[in-house]
């Protein structure tokens, strides 16, 4: 799967001059976390998020009177506060990459360049909500955890067998074990009772280490 097909397209921009307070306030109405900046021309030049123009925000607990908050926000814009050097994916960047480099830059999003230009904006939600779909988190069924042997040929095993049972697998995911010989496997299956299940499974792994109904 590619970053185009989870993109928000199209998503919503601010200009560099745009006034802090006036950011929070379109953020609050278009009920999204962050910006991706744009010069006058349309190119990109930056990212803001909330917790930005938040931070930028005299505190509650300032001796400034209201109108002199006001003064300060009104002369304090988006360009001032916003994160300069963005790092962007383009649409054909794996979203398994793309979730790597969030993670291992701390970040929250990336916007989506084609040639240069904004065409999108992936976000830590976007991930999320992938991730419930490859674990079939919206549909019920059996639900597995097994530690299994990180062996060729050994998820064939398991599918094998689930289909002999007449079980349809509606998910299944690999996972780091407990160490390099092994790896955790999460399988939820349909049309197979759990007991069935487990026997059938029990025979082909190390462990089962969990199995409900969900």
Do not use: C, W
Not at 39 to 58: C, F, H, N, R, T
Not at 83 to 106: F, L, S
Not at 123 to 143: H, I, Q, S, W
């Amino acid at each position: 799967m590619l970053v185009y097909e989870r993109m928000s397209k199209n998503p919503y921009t601010i200009q560099a001059d745009t006034p802090v307070e006036e950011a929070l306030k379109r953020m609050r109405e278009e009920h999204v976390r962050r910006f991706p900046v744009l010069d006058k021309s349309g190119q990109l030049v930056g990212i803001v998020a909330e917790k930005d123009l938040l931070y930028a925000s005299p505190s509650p607990a300032t001796s400034l009177s209201i109108h002199e908050m006001h003064y300060l926000l009104s002369k304090l814009t988006v360009g001032k506060v916003m994160i300069k050097h963005v790092i962007t994916v383009v649409e054909d960047t794996p979203v398994e990459e793309a979730a790597r480099i969030m993670t291992d830059h701390k970040i929250g999003s990336l916007p989506v360049v084609r040639d240069g230009q904004l065409v999108g904006i992936i976000t830590e939600t976007d991930l999320f909500k992938l991730f419930l779909e490859l674990l079939g988190a919206r549909k019920k069924g059996v639900r597995i955890t097994m530690l299994v042997p990180d062996v060729k040929g050994e998820l064939a095993k398991i599918t094998a067998a689930i289909a002999q049972q007449g079980g349809n697998i509606i998910a299944l995911g690999t996972f780091l074990g407990e160490d390099p010989t092994n790896m955790l496997v999460a399988v939820k299956v349909n049309d197979v009772p759990k007991d069935t299940l487990v026997a059938t499974l029990q025979p082909l792994v190390v462990n089962i280490l969990d199995a409900r109904e969900v």
